[in-house]
């Protein structure tokens, strides 16, 4: 199922053992990837790939709401909302996401990101 | 190395509306959490015969219906040096209150205390819920009973 496919893979992301790891950044990352951070500041590629091995800790990130939209053949869109969890349990950090992947010969790569601040969710579940 | 793992929970919830939590934390120390009772289903083993092992070894709970499937979610945290992805189901388990009586001496370390959660105070815990949705969760199936379909995913990495 290709829903939790890209899940997985953008979950994946999310977590140390990626962003620590260059090689498995540079398999999921397309040689076109960019990103537009929440803050509104535009990462490259190269960019990602030098600061997030370097990161010396890494949030507690909570995400739901996925959906996924077919743009073409081998192309999706992934939208998603996250929330950065303190120990607590409190969210912070509301932020609606949008991440483009393609399938390559070597499996699916994201080739750009965004992200976008967003006030707390009143009552849903 | 991600360990992936299916897992089983139940929402133990009283006829006065107490859901029932277990207080722990992992074996190498860090922040206390509250999760509902549950755990990994072993090679082969139903949701039905997991979730009946867990009850038993966990809460000494024996006699009890499954009740609906009500939430999913992942879970990537830490665990005594291994690092584990854990996809999780939660069923409503209606039964009286009780006075719960853990048997499973691994589990057991993790464990501080449990607790009965009146839903009200769900939403004011200072510590974190496992799910961190759960007072939501709960209310909603009060409220409106169980979702027809539970296709979403809930994803937390620690």
């Known amino acids: 199922m290709l829903l939790k496919t890209l899940v997985d893979l953008e979950t994946e992301l999310f977590g140390p053992d990626a962003r620590r790891n260059r090689a498995r ?21 190269a960019d990602v790939l ?13 995400a739901r709401d996925f959906a996924l939209t077919t743009l073409a053949e081998d192309v999706l869109l992934l939208t998603y909302r996250s929330a950065q969890a303190s120990n607590t349990g409190a969210l912070e950090r509301h932020t609606l996401r949008a991440s483009i992947w393609k399938r390559s010969p070597n499996g699916w790569q994201i080739v750009f990101h965004q992200a976008t601040p967003t006030p707390p969710e009143t009552h849903k579940s | 190395m991600i360990v992936e793992r299916e897992a089983i929970r139940a929402i133990v919830l009283t006829p006065e509306h107490e859901v029932l939590l277990m207080r722990i934390r992992a074996p190498e120390g860090g922040d206390w959490f509250w999760i509902t009772p549950g755990g990994g289903l072993e090679p082969g083993e139903s949701v039905e015969v997991g979730l009946r092992r867990e009850m038993k070894e966990e809460l000494g709970l024996e006699r009890f219906d499954i009740g609906p ?15 584990i992805l854990q996809r999780e189901q939660y069923h409503v388990v209606h039964v009286p209150g009780f006075d719960p009586r853990m048997s499973d001496p691994v589990e057991a370390k993790a464990l501080d205390r449990f607790r009965w959660w009146r839903t009200d105070e769900l939403a ?4 974190r819920l496992t799910p961190i949705s759960l007072g939501q969760i709960v209310m909603r199936y009060l409220d409106q009973g169980p979702p027809a379909e539970v296709s979403d995913v809930e994803v937390l990495v620690d």
């Open chain 2, 124 to 127: 004011q815990a200072r510590e």
């Open chain 2, 69 to 83: 499937l009500v939430w999913r979610r992942q879970h990537t945290f830490n665990w005594d040096g291994r690092r």
């Open chain 1, 25 to 45: 950044l540079e398999a999921l990352l397309h040689p076109a990837f960019c990103e537009i951070g929440r803050s509104g500041r535009v990462h490259t590629r």
């Open chain 1, 50 to 62: 030098d600061e997030l091995p370097k990161e010396q800790t890494t949030p507690t990130i909570h």
